[in-house]
């Protein structure tokens, strides 16, 4: 159904960048699951080298809460129609705590935002002088 | 520039309909500031109405903190590409308290989702059994 | 496979608002079914209910007629790549009225739009000021 | 401000393949007036013949109405965030009779449909049986 | 599960212009397979011509190798959230030669390059006076 | 204009992470030219270290040659509707021996394949089995 293949434990044990990565996956998380985004990524060591270390780092500590963090990256992924993005993301913000009360009132807020998105796109409205920061202010 | 005209103050003031809207603009928001999106809106009564009930109730106190809520719609407003909505609700973000390096750590969760959609659209991975909700469960 | 639980009709019974919600979409619609979207969306009655009622409005009796309207809703979600609402929208559009002839010459303009907004953004081209409703004409 | 040239006319008349399409869409139209879009295209003579000679089949008589065909052309250029068509094509609408009660609403339904388009993505809704169209049937 | 009918090839062969058309797909592309695009387009024989000649002739022979615009092709898909077309123009690339090696470079380009719209977009970037072709220039 | 402050030269200067990735920029490109791009992640010097490292790599030599990378660049940056993307990158292939038949020629990829995703999606086109790559395959 993909259009690479997606890698078994045994393929990835046999591959060492592929086994420290997975590994990684595993110890940062706390489980031993591995969802096949990374069993596709690792046709190209590389490419899932560098895409969980940046992923590691930016859904990792810092200034905005664990749970805020996977609401944007769902919004994200539900604008751009990525269905796996959804699907893996909501069960992460589930395991953060989403309860169902806030997965609603998340999701009136993206449709909200698609709704008047379209409506300024089609009334082409110019920005207000105000919401402008200025350069080198 | 807009595909619409945008009305003045005056207008407003003459259509018992949009002045309401207005009015409870500034009531609600605490500031006298009426931008662009909503003078544009203001060609269509019923729409403005709708727009503006709908966004109140969806913005409002909920299970959700405002600043949060911002971000969700930031983040929409990003992926679908409308520079209005860019600049208008980063500049509610800031009014909420956003911070330069919530900001720098919300555009890197935005981008690195982006980033991801296309990998996973590209390898058009399918979704983990363990990712399901079933129907009726 | 959805990312919420679709409601049955037993559940639905259940909750008034919900309940409510059904029976006036059944009632405008002169059918019993209610697909899949409501049953999801019955997970937040309050979003069910300010979604449906909006619907209602926007779809219903105004100053273009239901097939125009039902095929503006299609080009909006295959743009946006939205499975669910190309196929129920579709539909839709048949049981008012869409030949296979309006169909096929439909498709062609979404074909068409889709390319010539490719070009248009490749090019970067500046509009027209002959295109441009002024702030206040 | 483009990223290739816009031809002027004295470029365009001293092509012969590029001053026949000129003349024809000055034809077909009954205007003088050749906006932007073509004096981009201009710079491939190859694409400037395919899109115009395609744009005029699609776009001329039919079986749906012009104004029709142009509001799925406004409705495609919204959701796809071209501000060139959105302004090109809604001036186009205009010309052909789009009052503002109209514009209104059709604009209500181009929001409507991106708010479902997003509430249905994010619930990840699966499609009803009763739409589908079976292969061979 | 298509919203039109996948024509057959008795169907196909009772039909003048669509034979005409399967019969330039299979000896352009010397190969008896047609795929279920074409066979969807059969339903509007006007608009199955004018894709196929016009398709014809872009991913024709040119100036740009035919892995290139395979790959510029995909990329398009990816960005737009089209699976079909993801796995139509991937399995056509690796018809092409696509290696392993390239496939895995050409995603992280697609990546990054989702990555970077959406942090210029967040940012709201200017255009450098630089990268401008100025009018006439 | 952009929601985030552009660093002047002066400013890199004085923080050294920021001045880092500025040298390395000059020095990898052999130029003193700094895009806004970069002006505005210096704000957040994290993500401006990441995404300068990950594109260097990216971007860098590889299999696909110099100006296939652009190309793929530029499409994605035109499908998602990103006017700085854009500019930016066809001023880069420019640079890297784009000549004029090519940009329309490539041009004309990205719009067919646009009109064809929208009419697969238009038509919901189920996938045909020779495309797939079945998994451990």
Redesign the interface.
Known sequence: ??????W?DAEAEADPRVRAVFADIRATRGSD?I???WR??A??P??LE??WS??K???GP???DPL??E??????????????????H??AARAKGL??????????????????????????????P????????
Request: with cysteine; net charge negative.
């Open positions: 159904m993909a259009t690479v293949r997606l078994s699951f969802n096949n985004f596709g990524l046709n190209d590389t490419l560098r895409t940046s992923l780092v930016v859904m810092g200034t905005l805020t963090k609401l944007v990256y769902i919004a994200v992924s539900i604008a751009n129609g990525c269905p796996y993005c959804i699907h893996s909501t069960a309860t169902p009360e806030q997965h609603g009132e998340f999701l009136a807020i993206v449709g909200m935002a698609n709704q008047t998105n379209a409506l300024v796109n089609g009334m082409q409205i110019p920005v207000d105000a919401f402008r920061v200025e350069e080198g202010s």
